[in-house]
């Protein structure tokens, strides 16, 4: 079954929390290569959006692969996508964690079309990866537009740039 608007949250929860198996965060090697190759896969794939990330404008994925400090920003960005998909099924604590997650950001002036167009970004990752079947691609797709709902609605209510 894809997921649709007749899915469940639990169900689209389930597909998004298993594709994230291999993709666990903590302090391994692996675990850290896992965040780290996201923002290779990132700034290899999207050159124009690391305007966002001061002082590595001009970063190379090779760049990124050495740094200690996407090191960390990638356990964080893995942590977070963990954080969505098991709170999934907690509307409002998804809800929540979706306002934090803006409101974190907002010193950074992002364009607010960035917060759908991430979910197209990870799940590339993902699926570059290996790590992705087309129903989890889907599953990402319905959170990322709830995500994307949530984001613009807080946005709106703060006074800030939206989409309309």
């Known amino acids: 079954m894809s997921p649709s608007s007749s899915s469940s949250r639990k169900e689209i929860r389930d597909l998004c929390v298993k594709s994230l198996d291999e993709k666990m965060v903590g302090t391994t090697e ?5 965040g780290n190759g996201f923002y290779q896969y ?3 794939n999207y050159p124009d ?3 966002y990330f001061k002082g590595a ?7 990124v692969k050495k740094s200690e400090r996407f090191d960390k920003q990638g356990q964080r960005i893995l942590l977070a996508c963990h954080l969505l998909a098991n709170v999934f099924d907690n509307e409002e604590v998804f809800k929540a964690y979706v306002r934090e997650t803006i409101n974190r950001h907002r010193i950074y002036k992002m ?3 960035l917060w759908m167009a991430f979910f197209t970004v990870f799940t590339g990752y993902l699926n570059s990866s290996g790590s992705l079947t087309d129903e989890q691609r889907a599953a990402w797709m319905a959170l990322g537009k709830e995500f994307n709902e949530e984001s613009q609605l ?11």
Do not use: M, Q, W
């Open 49 to 51: 959006l690391r305007v």
């Open 30 to 34: 692996k675990n850290i290569e896992n």
């Open 42 to 44: 990132f700034f290899t």
């Open 57 to 63: 404008e001009k970063y190379t994925g090779e760049d």
């Open 111 to 113: 364009d607010p079309a």
């Open 154 to 164: 807080h946005l709106k209510n703060s006074n800030l740039p939206y989409v309309h």
